[in-house]
């Protein structure tokens, strides 16, 4: 089955403590892209890549590091989580650059304490 | 202003049609999307439409593209109680910027 896979589903941390939200899709995509969703401001793009090892910033980029070593995963990296970065995650992929739909994963809800 | 806008929250009667209205003032893009979220749960593509046409009409599903006001709607007929989600008005990606915008999504209520 196509699909975007997210892990975990659900994490609670603290402050400070690295953290690796994965995604990985297996429909052979080239562009995958981190969103977070917050309550009434929709979703925001964090950082997107294009292919292997291209990444590049969203709108909300502070905070959050990524890496496209393979095709198929995009790992979000969040090196020192602080309470502002609880929300809801998602990753998406998409067949090229240009404007094929997103196919989303499930969702990671992070909380920060 | 938001580069996308939509109302935040529509309810209706079962069997009623909604709509969902959205503006946009970029208008480069060559696609614009309408998503749809169930209850924890990721988003869904639900239908889109190109910037070229005027209507895309999908079973249930009525997109109408008002180009010269940047007006985009969704109309849902026979509404069901299954319908009840956010519907995110999305403008894709365009003008060498590879970042869709999203609307920050409109919940649809539907009451029996």
């Known amino acids: 089955e196509a699909q975007v896979t997210q892990n975990p589903r659900y994490l609670i941390t603290v402050t400070g403590k690295k953290l690796t939200v994965t995604c990985s899709q297996n429909?052979?995509?080239?562009?995958m892209s981190w969103y977070r969703q917050d309550p009434g401001l929709g979703l925001r793009q964090i950082y997107y890549?294009?292919?292997?090892?291209?990444?590049d910033k969203g709108d909300v980029p502070e905070g959050y590091k990524v890496s496209r070593k393979e095709k198929r995963n995009f790992p979000l990296i969040l090196e020192s989580p602080s309470p502002n970065q609880t929300s809801l995650y998602f990753c998406?992929?998409?067949?090229?650059?240009?404007?094929?739909?997103?196919?989303f994963g499930n969702g990671t809800r992070l909380t920060v304490t | 202003g938001e580069d996308v806008e939509q109302s935040l929250f529509l309810s209706v009667r079962e069997g009623d049609s909604s709509v969902i209205n959205c503006t946009y003032t970029?208008?480069?893009?060559?696609?614009l999307y309408w998503y749809k979220q169930e209850p924890g749960a990721g988003l869904q593509l639900l239908t889109y439409i190109f910037s070229n046409m005027d209507m895309k009409q999908d079973q249930r599903l009525t997109v109408l593209l008002n180009k010269k006001d940047k007006h985009l709607s969704l109309r849902i007929a026979d509404t069901q109680t299954g319908d009840s989600a956010i519907y995110f008005c999305?403008?894709?990606?365009?003008?060498?910027?590879?970042?869709?915008?999203f609307g920050r999504g409109t919940s649809l209520i539907v009451h029996p």
């Open positions: 970029d208008s480069s893009s060559t696609y």
């Open positions: 998406a992929s998409s067949p090229d650059r240009d404007n094929s739909p997103l196919h």
């Open positions: 999305v403008r894709g990606r365009s003008g060498g910027s590879y970042i869709p915008t």
């Open positions: 429909m052979n995509h080239e562009y």
């Open positions: 890549s294009m292919n292997v090892e291209v990444t």
